[in-house]
């Protein structure tokens, strides 16, 4: 199998792409740069500067190195984003990707991992999330994921690709400093960011049902994540690979955001206490996945824990602050 992984220089497409190439997979990368940082790439893999949703550059692509597999995971990712430019979110992360599929079922490439995510669950009120929870995303970005899942599932069935659309939870740390996330999206750089600034960091409601009343999540290493889309591509691999599965990737775990801030603290060093602010709209209080499918169909399971993430992901904030 030769796998073209799209988004394949930004922070978790870097990870997946020197994971499959590692375990011994043809893998070539397509970026368009946007958020990609082509260094993040080892120079054995291929990097094509390029949108996913080139038509003409896609057949090319799929052509010259005779893909038989796409990992797609380049798309527009911010949720606050999304909700100011919907038409920006539809059109790039929905547009981009029926004209991907069209050139892979063109291409007779029967292969396709879509980068989903617990986005699409909205906030359920579940002690754990699992698959068949019903979907209710609460914001545009969300709604683009679970619209990819049904877009990706029906063209799969129309075009006898096998599918696997894998539903990440938050996703931290780094597995080398340089492949570290760059953005302050998430709560891990956004501390490192507040406490860089000599600023305490900050939780949004502590009033929340839950054991110490700030929100709880699930947080998954992004190298454990790589390791997951190996798992996946391997059993898309098999021929007798068909139909379409869908799977949660957390470690089934839930943390609080006290409690990661307070790990936070003892790895940087600066336990300054975390100022309390009022709740922001739309934060569930609990969105923790069932990691059960993913061990049973995967055979997979996360195996690195909360400090290793924070640690990783501090070293990896160090080293591009020095730059
Ligand atoms: N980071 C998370 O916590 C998280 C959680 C759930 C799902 N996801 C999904 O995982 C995927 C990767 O996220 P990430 O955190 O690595 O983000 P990222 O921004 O670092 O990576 C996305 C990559 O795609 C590229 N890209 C964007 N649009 C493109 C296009 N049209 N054509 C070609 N390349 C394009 C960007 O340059 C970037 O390198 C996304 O689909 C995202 O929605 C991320």
């Known amino acids: 199998m030769t796998w073209l992984i799209t988004g394949g220089a930004g922070y978790i497409g870097a990870h997946v792409a020197r994971a499959m190439a590692e375990a011994g997979e043809r893998v070539v990368a397509l970026d368009d740069l946007s958020a990609g940082v082509p260094t993040r790439l080892p120079s054995d893999i291929p990097l094509v500067h390029g949108s996913a949703g080139d038509d003409d550059l896609l057949k090319r692509v799929l052509a010259e190195h005779a893909v038989t597999g796409v990992v797609h995971l380049a798309a527009r990712k911010q949720v606050a984003e999304s909700v100011a430019q919907p038409t920006r979110y539809y059109q790039e992360n929905l547009g981009g990707l029926a004209t991907l599929l069209e050139a892979v079922a063109g291409a007779g490439v029967g292969r396709f991992l879509f980068s989903s995510s617990a986005a699409v669950y909205g906030n359920p009120d579940v002690d754990l999330i699992t698959e068949d929870t019903v979907c209710a995303p609460v914001n545009p970005y ?178 591009h602050r020095g730059r």
Request: proline letters at 6%.
């Open 142 to 319: 969300g709604e683009t994921k679970l619209a990819g899942e049904w877009l990706v599932r029906a063209a799969g069935r129309a075009h006898g690709i096998a599918t696997t659309c894998l539903r990440y939870f938050n996703v931290a740390g780094a597995a080398a400093p340089e492949l570290a996330d760059t953005g302050v999206f998430n709560i891990v750089p956004m501390v490192f960011d507040r406490l860089t600034r000599d600023e305490a960091p900050r939780i949004f409601g502590d009033d929340y049902p839950t054991p110490d009343g700030t929100c709880v999540r699930d947080y998954i290493h992004v190298a454990d994540l790589a390791e997951a889309h190996l798992a996946a591509a391997r059993r898309l691999s098999a021929p007798e690979a068909s139909g379409d599965l869908t799977v949660n990737i957390g470690r089934g775990e839930g943390v609080s955001v006290r409690e990661l801030v307070t790990l936070i603290g003892e790895v940087t060093g600066d336990s300054r206490p975390a100022v309390v602010e009022p709740r922001r709209p739309g934060d569930a209080p609990r969105a923790v996945a069932s990691a059960a499918r993913a061990a049973d169909e995967l055979g997979w399971t996360a195996r690195r824990g909360t400090r290793e993430m924070v640690e990783s992901a501090w070293q990896g904030w160090q080293l």
